[in-house]
């Protein structure tokens, strides 16, 4: 079974950046970040396949966050610049089924708060 785990969250002020950094057991041609904030769904952010060629970002995140993949490290990243309060949530590292927001494997999550 594949396994996903995902470091890099914590605590920042807004307008700063954090990266967000998942790494997975088996080689996995599409994955996906998700978020889900507290009384909220959970949302599809970034998501990557193509061996990185090929990425796709929810519209709140468009232009401030960058998803990245290196299937030889087996990582799959998220950049998050000019971070907003309304970015806080829980962040998951999903493996995807390509060309969807449909998970197969999930991460724990990794906590993000931005405060303003």
């Known amino acids: 079974q594949v396994q996903l785990v995902e470091s890099g969250g914590g605590s920042v002020q807004a307008g700063e950046s954090l990266r967000l950094s998942c790494t997975y057991t088996?080689?996995?041609?599409?994955l996906a970040w998700f978020r889900q904030a507290p009384g909220k769904e959970r949302e599809g952010v970034a998501r990557i396949s193509n061996g990185g060629r090929t990425t796709y970002y929810g519209d709140s995140v468009k232009g401030r966050f960058t998803i990245s993949q290196d299937n030889a490290k087996k990582t799959v990243d998220l950049q998050m610049n000019r971070l907003e309060p309304e970015d806080t949530a829980m962040y998951f590292c999903a493996a995807i089924w390509c060309n969807s927001w449909s998970a197969h494997y999930w991460g724990q999550g990794t906590q993000v708060t931005v405060s303003s």
């Open positions: 088996e080689s996995i041609y599409c």
